[in-house]
Every structure is written in structure tokens, then in C-alpha cells.
């Protein structure tokens, strides 16, 4: 797997060459730290779903997030308008949003 580096890291390094890059490349120089901003990112942001928009309940699990900033990692459901999500051991009442699971770790070359 290549390394990633960070956006910010990579506009800095261009910010520290930038006086010593000729004048007639200096237009190509902002263009590039702009296209560095818009990129986008190499592991995207998880996308929270407010139980309040879902209209399919996933038959997966997901990972669940409380008012309070709690997380669980269970089934989603609604029933007489009551969310929660289960897992085997525990409970989360009015959970607010949910998202997928990332997928699981594996080794390069398998």
C-alpha cells in the first residue's frame, strides 16, 4: 500500500519552495495548492444517516450514536416510532444517527 501524506502537508512543502520558484511559474504553483485543496480525501469521512431520514432500516450492523455522543455497534430498528439499536448485550434507546461499518482490516497480499 503507498503512504498517504496529508493534504496540509503537501501544500506546506509547496508554501516553503514557493520564493524560490520563478515568477512565471508562480500562477501554476497557486493553481496546484489549489487543486491540493479540492482533492478528495484518501479515507472518506463516514457519512452519519439522522435515524429521523432513514427509511429503510439496514438488516446489517451499523454503528449507532446517542443525543450524548454514545456509541453502539448493533441492528437498527423502529418500533411504535421508537428507535434503538441492539446489540447482543446491550441496548441504545433514541439513538439520533447511524452510519455503516468500516470494512475490516486486512493484510496486504490477502
Do not use: N
Not at 512565471?24 to 493553481?31: A, G, H, N, P, S
Not at 453502539?72 to 446491550?90: F, H, R, V
Amino acid at each position: 500500500m503507498q503512504d498517504l501524506i496529508s493534504r496540509q502537508a503537501a501544500i506546506d512543502a509547496l508554501d516553503k519552495r514557493f520564493d524560490s520558484i520563478p515568477m512565471e511559474q508562480t500562477v501554476e504553483i497557486l493553481q496546484l495548492r489549489r487543486d491540493l485543496r479540492e482533492l478528495p480525501p484518501a479515507q472518506p469521512e463516514q457519512k452519519w444517516i439522522p435515524c429521523s431520514e432513514t427509511v429503510d432500516i439496514p438488516d446489517h450492523e451499523v454503528m449507532a450514536c446517542d443525543r450524548y455522543g454514545a456509541f453502539i455497534i448493533g441492528y437498527l430498528d423502529c418500533k411504535d416510532e421508537q428507535w434503538l439499536c441492539e446489540s447482543d448485550d446491550s441496548i441504545m434507546y433514541d439513538p439520533v444517527a447511524w452510519c455503516e461499518l468500516p470494512k475490516p482490516y486486512k493484510e496486504e497480499g490477502t
